[in-house]
């Protein structure tokens, strides 16, 4: 347009004053600009880099192998196997749909699977890059398998896992135990959770010794830092730190031992224990029927399960230390032991036994109702008189009796890593006044006295008894024997002070009950005389009066119990015997405790010259029928090697 | 016959205008343009594919038609000035009705061998027309009510186009944009100081009206205000942008990590790394230092802009020269606040260093007719 010159000067002046003034706030801005880019960059830099790295590394744990669990001769009972699994990341699972079709074709993963596959990959808790098992425990031909179809199966990651295996099955389940996988129960009743059991498919010890000794078996994880990016997909390794194994753990127990003690216990509910007298090292704690450990570390079926709870001869607990049973005849060792501390009778002092005492308005019974006639110390043992013994519980009181059973082992939980272990029940005065809210009767002493009433003891507690009147000392059940190499000490061993006297002629009765031909267990007798067993019957009731043991069903019939010790003149090892609801102690448990008593000095199926001649053709019957681990055993463990 | 074209002789003619060009200014715009190139090939992984390439090539073509803009006469661009902004406004309404929905917002036409967006043409068309009108109207109604309300009409008709599509970002740079040119041209401070009460008032009635039956603007528009209030509230949702975007900031420190060491840019914590928040890139692996002499040769484009606008004679000259500077500075101002969290995400480039054809052609477009401005200006009587 057209303008004047002083127009044109005016609009030039008016623009330069605007832009000058514009001019000077935008460059005011970007020094404003420029002050926030110091403030971001470099006052708080050391606060955003640390936030950058924590946006860039994930650390991940490493599983560390868990220690081995070996028996005394270095067989391992518990071992970690290769397992194949094939395994999917939510990064990598763009074809899902394909790949599971095709898995189904070549490893036959059931509608079901895939579907609990498309569950988790949808869960939103689950990293990017976190492993979600898709098929586990592949056979080999599946695996490879999986692995030679890889260009076919985009985003499938064949893994090779560590998981736990027992070989030996049944025979350890009770004493070794199982792991499983770690449930958010498990999780909750833990004071301080370790990372460890974060990591996918890691497995916990649930009883046994793989849970009471978990802390040494687990190991510690490892660290693996990794450089991710935003999706979570692991870019690099940046540094790994390897974990370090769980220690190996070697047990008392020997496997041959224990086998045969399974194997001879058979189809009963029983268990027995062997114990080394010297050592207090368990050598064997049987338990049957048993079941396989292995079926729980995959996480057992509904199914199995339920029969394993519904079984009436209950395979879940292990006998030996959970098992409280009536002590019934092999209780009067303790009755015997303490009528003579107290002084209240000498050995060779009879007593006359006519079937039956009358002690207040009540009649008490000897288990022969025609009565034993005049019994001394020996033959009261010989013969297991009841009569001998009621008379000893009114002499002696239960006081003393209680506290000579708790020096010989009996009422008291020994510490060991086993589930469940009872205390078993040594009562007197004061624990009837506080449990039942009655006073102590006479008649509960002659109860006592035979091992019945309220008296309750574990096989386990047997043995230390048996063990302890062997040798006349505080001897003290041992599992461990070695943690890594490092030798577990030997606790107890210390003199018990019981005199040596008196013990002689109570272990002089237990020599006749297996060597008099009039003993109740003659019949179950050693014979080779460098071996001679000395022992005691016993046959707890389990209904309050006398059966006959054929006519009544088996869950009411008498506890049968035997607890013995060999050889007589040099004690190595005490073993007892229970057999619920089995009959006579002499007829049923004495057999067993016999034959186990031989394995164990032996180290092998004992020699049939150890047998009496009259018995040998049905011993060799029994034994080749027993189903051992034997020579097949022998073949596994080269091949495992 | 205007003053421009009366003194004609003293302009220069032919070849010889090449060397009339601010080479200053096209030196900075080059150097500005590096510092994206650099942070596009490191954002690749240190590779020219997919972005520094293409985004190379582009800049080359835009350089040659800026000189050939720059060529062209200023008052041909004054007399044009009416028509682009007819025709720009012609295509925004025609995009709002057939044109390409991308990335949420955007709206553009695609002509073959580019992406043009309208709202982009717009801003320079706007500035055009302003100038020019300021050029046509006598200095004594510039202030008054009718010759003011008449420029406000200009920028609002597509501010409120370019809002619907919806492009807060261009909107924002239209209204600015627009008014600068007004407060440069002498508009009267009253009237600012109205709309800035006004503005105070609306943003006052947004927040009010959140919510509410007349909401006035979008969910997502309000939410992006959120976050950028308080970013830590969502971390990983609405306000992951502008937190991740700060730790990339605040990890590089004074002189970063390192060309392509960057470790939020390179794992793609960064969002949008290569368009809007490539300035996160580069404070990362440059550091304080890196940033700020972006920061420099901005700061340098703006100072040649104004110094050859204050020295034109020519009103429509020196207020486009002003507006088209203005509306560059817009741009990196208002991309840098959001990525430094001094406002809310919106949307817009860092310009000549994003990644994005149209913008930047359009931009180097709107500096050839700045150096036109520049070449043809009125050498005065010497």
Redesign the interface.
């Known amino acids: 347009m057209k303008r004047s010159p002083t127009e044109n000067a005016a609009s030039a002046r008016k623009v330069t004053r605007r832009a000058l003034f514009l001019g000077a706030s935008q460059l005011a801005f970007m020094g404003v600009l420029g002050l926030r880019m110091r403030f971001l960059q470099v006052d708080q830099a050391d606060q955003f880099r640390l936030l950058a790295e924590e946006n860039r590394i994930k650390i991940q744990l490493l599983p560390p192998a868990r220690g081995l669990i070996y028996d005394r001769n270095g067989t391992a009972l518990a071992e970690n196997e290769q397992t194949f699994k094939v395994v999917i990341r939510k990064q990598d699972a763009q074809e899902l749909d394909k790949v599971l079709a095709e898995l189904e074709r070549l490893i036959g993963l059931t509608p079901a699977e895939q579907a609990r596959v498309r569950d988790d990959l949808k869960n939103r808790k689950i990293g990017p890059s976190t492993p979600i098992t898709i098929a586990d425990r592949l056979t080999w031909e599946q695996f490879s398998a999986v692995a030679a179809n890889g260009p076919a199966l985009p985003g499938i990651t064949p893994e090779v896992g560590l998981s736990r295996h027992y070989p030996l099955k049944g025979d350890f389940a009770h004493l070794v135990g199982y792991v499983g996988p770690v449930s958010d129960y498990a999780l909750s009743q833990m004071e301080e959770v370790d990372p460890i059991y974060h990591i996918p498919d890691f497995q916990l010890g649930k009883s046994g010794v793989e849970h009471r000794m978990e802390d040494v078996l687990k190991g510690k994880a490892g660290i693996l830092r990794v450089e991710q990016n935003v999706h979570g997909r692991i870019i690099r390794e940046i540094d790994r730190q390897e974990g370090q194994p769980g220690a190996n753990i070697q047990l008392t127990l020997d496997h041959k031992v224990q086998n045969f003690v399974q194997a001879r216990l058979g189809g009963e509910s029983a268990a027995a224990v062997v114990l080394d007298v010297e050592t207090g090292d368990i050598i064997a704690a049987g338990s049957t029927p048993s079941f396989d450990p292995n079926l729980f570390v995959r996480g057992i079926s509904v199914a199995d399960y339920n029969a394993l709870l519904e079984n009436d001869h209950r395979p879940l607990p292990g006998k030996a230390v959970q098992g409280a049973y009536p002590p019934g005849s092999t209780f009067k060792l303790v009755t015997a032991l303490a009528a003579l501390e107290a002084g209240v009778v000498t050995p060779d002092e009879t007593v006359r036994c006519l079937g039956h005492v009358e002690v207040g308005s009540r009649r008490f019974h000897c288990w022969k109702r025609a009565g034993h006639g005049n019994m001394n110390l020996a033959a009261s043992l010989r013969h297991s008189c009841d009569v001998y013994y009621y008379e000893m519980a009114q002499r002696t009181g239960i006081e003393n009796i209680a506290k000579m059973g708790r020096r010989l082992g009996l009422g008291e939980s020994y510490d060991l890593p086993l589930s469940g272990i009872s205390s078993g029940l040594m009562p007197d005065k004061q624990w009837k006044l506080a449990n039942r809210g009655a006073e102590w009767v006479v008649g509960d002493s002659l109860n006592a006295a035979i091992g019945q009433g309220f008296v309750l003891t574990t096989p386990l507690q047997l043995a230390v008894m048996t063990a302890r009147v062997a040798t006349n000392r505080e001897v003290v059940p041992r599992l461990v024997r070695s943690i890594d190499g490092m030798e577990q000490p030997v606790r107890g061993g210390g003199e018990l002070g019981i005199n040596e006297n008196m013990l002689r002629s109570v272990r002089q009765g237990m020599f006749e009950v297996l060597n008099s031909n009039r003993g109740t267990a003659y019949a179950s007798r050693i014979a080779d005389e460098t071996q001679h067993m000395a022992g005691k019957t016993g046959t707890s009731q389990v209904r309050n009066t006398v059966v006959n043991n054929k006519n009544v069903p088996w869950e009411e019939r008498d506890h049968a119990l035997f607890v013995s010790y060999a050889p007589y003149d040099a004690p190595r090892y005490a073993v007892s015997v229970v057999v619920e609801h089995g009959g006579g102690g002499s007829s049923v448990a004495a057999p067993i405790a016999r034959d186990v008593m031989l394995f164990a000095l032996h180290g092998a199926v004992p020699p049939l010259d150890a047998y009496p001649s009259s018995q040998r053709n049905t011993i060799r019957e029994r034994f080749r029928t027993l189903p051992l681990v034997g020579k097949e055993d022998e073949s596994t463990e080269r091949s495992r090697a | 016959?205007?003053?421009l074209e009366s003194t004609l002789k003293t302009i220069p003619t032919g070849i010889s205008k090449v060397l009339y060009v601010n080479w200053a200014l096209v030196l900075l715009l080059s150097a500005v343009a590096s510092f994206g190139f650099l942070m596009l090939y490191s954002n690749a992984g240190g590779s020219f594919q997919p972005w520094a390439e293409p985004q190379m090539k582009r800049f080359a073509i835009g350089m040659v038609a800026m000189l050939m803009i720059a060529m062209v006469p200023i008052w041909f661009w004054r007399n044009i000035a009416g028509l682009a902004y007819i025709f720009t406004f012609i295509l925004l309404v025609f995009v709002e009705f057939f044109g390409h929905v991308g990335m949420g917002a955007q709206r553009w036409i695609d002509l073959g061998f580019m992406k043009l967006q309208p709202s982009e043409l717009m801003k320079i068309a706007l500035v055009m027309l302003l100038a020019a009108y300021y050029?046509?109207l006598?200095?004594e109604k510039v202030s008054r009510p009718l010759w003011v309300a008449i420029p406000v009409a200009l920028i609002l008709l597509p501010t409120v186009l370019v809002l619907k599509q919806p492009d807060l970002g261009t909107s924002i740079l239209l209204v600015a944009g627009g008014a600068?040119v007004m407060?440069?041209?002498?508009v009267s401070w009253i009237y600012f100081g109205v709309v800035i009460a006004m503005g105070v008032g609306l943003v006052s009635a947004v927040f009010a009206s959140r919510g509410t039956g007349w909401q006035l603007l979008n969910d997502y528009q309000y939410r992006r205000i959120d976050t950028f209030l308080d970013p830590s509230a969502d971390p990983l949702g609405a306000g992951y942008h502008i937190t991740?975007a700060?730790?990339?900031?605040?990890?590089?420190?004074?002189t970063g990590r390192g060309f392509m060491q960057g470790?939020?840019s390179r794992?793609?914590?960064l969002p949008e790394k290569h368009t809007d928040f490539i300035f996160t890139t580069l404070?990362e692996e440059f550091?304080?230092i890196g940033?700020?002499s972006l920061?420099a040769l901005?700061?340098g484009i703006?100072?040649f802009c104004?110094i050859s606008?204050?020295n034109n004679?020519d009103?429509f000259g020196?207020?486009v020269t002003?507006g088209i500077a203005?509306t560059f500075?817009l741009f990196f101002?208002v991309n840098?606040?959001m990525v430094?969290?001094?406002m809310p995400v919106v949307g817009v480039p860092l310009p000549l260093v994003s990644y994005g054809g149209s913008a930047m052609l359009v931009l180097l477009a709107a500096f050839g007719i700045l150096q036109s401005a520049h070449v043809h200006r009125p050498r005065g009587k010497r």
């Open positions: 016959m205007s003053y050029d046509w006598p200095l600068i407060f440069a041209a002498g991740q700060k730790i990339a900031l605040g990890s590089g420190g004074w470790t939020q794992l793609n914590f404070a550091g304080f940033g700020f920061l901005y700061a703006i100072i104004l606008a204050m004679k009103r020196s207020l002003i203005a500075f101002a840098m606040s430094m969290g001094l």
